[in-house]
């Protein structure tokens, strides 16, 4: 069976610290690793994608299949940064689906 | 190009109401699905759609009907409301295969009362 993890309900920083929000996932395979962002009351957004290995927004996340984690992390916070963060897997026998974790709500206070 | 269009957007039921909430998509995206969002939950798959006439339970079926009669449309239907439904329900689409991205609705906000 493939869970998501994300052991943080909420996640209060100071602006300019360092966040990182963790996301554990079990899956018997190679799945594909999302972090989806979502402000108040909008719709779920792409932030990363393991595959791209890319920055966006000053975010970074690396797989790490030994440990099955994939942390989101930014060096320094912005207050743009307050919002609901999920991790999500899609298996490779299910492209249409994600299985997402509980979601992770950053405050960024100034 | 408006990407997944949900409508509408409020919603407030009473207990035994049925009810639609309408889900299209304008990128010919064969696969479609239904999400319900609920606090300390995340999201959850309701329904989903690999294509035009053809559909299949997610984790969290009970209480929903849907059906997909043309590529554009994935329509969610509700057809006892129970005050358990009331949640934040989202309607994504995405091309078939692994590395294609899934795009989401701006998600429709249903209270059974």
């Known amino acids: 069976a493939q869970r998501v993890t994300q052991p943080e309900k909420l996640l209060s920083v100071f602006k300019g610290a360092p966040v990182e929000l963790k996301c554990n996932y079990s899956?018997?395979?190679?799945?594909?690793l999302f972090w989806y962002v979502q402000y108040s009351r909008q719709r779920l957004q792409l932030l990363l994608r393991?595959?791209s290995r890319e920055s966006i927004k000053g975010f970074t996340a690396d797989l790490n299949k030994g440990e099955t984690s994939f942390h989101l992390k930014k060096p320094f916070a912005q207050e743009e940064d307050s919002a609901m963060y999920y991790c999500a897997l899609r298996g490779t026998d299910s492209w249409g689906k994600l299985q997402f974790g509980a979601g992770t709500q950053v405050v960024v206070t100034p | 190009n408006a990407g997944v269009t949900q409508t509408p957007k409020f919603q407030v039921l009473k207990t035994g109401q049925s009810m639609t909430l309408q889900c299209a998509q304008d990128?010919?995206?064969?696969?479609m699905s239904w999400y319900r969002q609920d606090p300390g939950m995340g999201l959850r798959l309701i329904h989903y759609s690999v294509g035009a006439g053809i559909t299949d339970q997610g984790e969290v079926p009970n209480g929903y009907n849907v059906s997909r009669s043309t590529t554009e449309d994935f329509p969610l239907r509700l057809l006892s409301a129970a005050p358990s439904q009331t949640s934040v329900y989202f309607c994504a689409s995405s091309p078939t295969g692994l590395g294609n991205t899934i795009y989401f609705g701006e998600g429709s906000w249903l209270t059974v009362v």
């Open positions: 990128m010919n995206h064969e696969y």
């Open positions: 393991h595959i």
């Open positions: 899956y018997s395979g190679s799945p594909e």
